[in-house]
Structures are given as structure tokens and as C-alpha cells.
């Protein structure tokens, strides 16, 4: 199998797992290539992206259209991907949001800092598309905490 059939294979996979709802997602990155190389792959799977160049930004695109998922680069000038998720872990009008963390980073006290400061989701540039997508989609199984199995636990499944 070719990468390209495999990358289209995984593509239609997610299309048909996105169809039955419009999945909305707020994603930060200030890296201008970066950000339009990932909201340019979510949109060819079917996800309703709107996009921030920092956390300031985002704090505002998400109280305003409350999304399913909210992405966020950790490292972005003013309001960085840290102290935006804390904020809006504020806001009693978003608690059944999840907040995923990205970061070019894999350090353990990056890791740290996103698990303390309430991210559902760590994932390290360069990422793939089948990871991203799990952690934007996952929920807990139970029904317990959104943080419960966040950063390798294994209670989570597809949200249906």
C-alpha cells in the first residue's frame, strides 16, 4: 500500500466518522504554516475549524461559537496556549469542551504544565492525522471526569 492510498484510505475513514454532525474546533498556532497545514487536512476531513494566532484570540472564538474541541499551541506570544486553557476552564458556559495541547516540545515539564493547568490532550509537532483526530473525539466511557484517562489512560472511546 502507498502512503498517498493510505493517507486518502484514512481520510474517507474520518470523513464517514465526522459525517453524521458538524464537529467544531477553535484552533491556536501563531506559526503561520503550520496552523494552514492543519486546518487545511481538519477541513478535508469535515471538521468545522475556526482559527486564532494566539490564546487571546481563541479565548474569544471560543466563549463566542462554544466548540466541541478547542487545539492549542502552547507556545504563542501574549496569551499562550497554557493560560488560555486555564481561562476557559473558567467559564462554567464551556466545561463539556476539550481542550487538546500541541507543542513542538516533548518535555516532561511541558507535559507536567498541561496535565496541572487542565488539558484533556498532549500531543507533540509533528503530528499525525489519526491521533489528532482521536484526541479532539474522545470522551470518557464512564461518564466520569473529561480528565480522567487524559495522557495515555485507556478509558476513553469515540464520542457517537
Known sequence: MTVAFAWQAA?????????????RLVYAED???FRNAVLTV???VGVE????????EAIELCERIK?????FDLDMPGVDGFEAARRLRQNPALLGMRIVA???RNVLDYRMRALECCFDQF???PIALS?????????PQDGSSRRSGAFGGNRMRLRS
Open 49 to 56: 475549524v475556526s482559527a486564532a494566532r494566539n490564546g487571546a
Open 31 to 33: 506559526d503561520e504554516v
Open 42 to 44: 481538519l477541513r478535508h
Open 123 to 125: 500531543l507533540c509537532k
Open 131 to 139: 491521533p489528532l483526530l482521536e484526541a479532539l473525539h474522545m470522551v
Open 102 to 104: 500541541i507543542t513542538g
Open 67 to 71: 466548540p466541541d474541541a478547542a487545539l
Open 11 to 23: 481520510i474517507c475513514t474520518m470523513r464517514r466518522m465526522l459525517a453524521p454532525r458538524a464537529f
